[in-house]
């Protein structure tokens, strides 16, 4: 039976100390500069001790649950007779967890409020979603197959440096902005850890070396979809462009 506390004081500590710094910070702008009224001030407090506790109890979650169960997944799945199955497996699960996560959420939100509804929510999400389905795809073919990881990371930048020339600086922020939320928790904590369980047991293949650098994909991946989606968007404004003007 597992104890499901083991150690939650521990985590306890460790949100504590994280979130201090903010609160401090926030206080010391609230006396001297802000002054909010005290009704906002609360309700900034209660999300405080929401983010406090659903810290807390995410973190417990992935010590005891998360990390345990995407390492024995890995194992499992790494002795299985046909291991290409795993590359469709690696996309459907990085398109899952991509889409729940938490933070892609948030930016896809903020993209969409800022941009007065231009760029939608859904279509930032999918966007995200599939580009991180496919680098958790092609870092599970790195695996297999013994690939080194720079193959993918050199090539990749040199093409999203690329495609930065003719995409708007609107959709390259958020190109950038996209590469680090997609690398969140739920990314981090399950697919990462079946990424290291996979390589520890298919012969020939380091769990130092072939089990890590997933991430560097995944960072990447959402930098080249957004740019890409980016160029679809310059593509259907010239036409609409050109419509406009052979009407008139």
Known sequence: ????????????????????????????????????????????LKGVLLTFWGLAFFLQGVHIGFLPAGEAMGTILGQMEHLWILIPIGFVLGFVATFAEPAVR????????????????????????????????????????????????IPGYLLALLMIRFSSRTFTAIAFDSGGVATGPMTVTFIVAMAV???????????LLDGFGMIALVALSPILSVLTLGLLYGRKEKENDRTFESDS
């Open 197 to 207: 369980g996979i390589a520890t047991v298919i012969e020939g293949r380091d769990p």
């Open 106 to 153: 948030i930016l896809n939100h903020e993209v969409e409020k800022v941009s007065g509804g231009y760029i939608p929510q859904k279509v930032m999400l999918y966007t995200l979603s599939i580009g991180v389905a496919f680098s958790i795809a092609l870092s599970l073919l790195r695996i297999l197959l013994g690939i080194p990881l720079w193959y993918f990371i």
């Open 1 to 44: 039976m597992i104890n499901i506390f083991e150690g939650f004081g521990h985590v306890l500590y460790e949100v504590t100390m994280a979130l201090i710094p903010l609160i401090i910070f926030f206080l010391f702008f609230q006396f001297f500069i802000l002054k909010l009224p005290k009704k906002k001030l609360l309700d900034i």
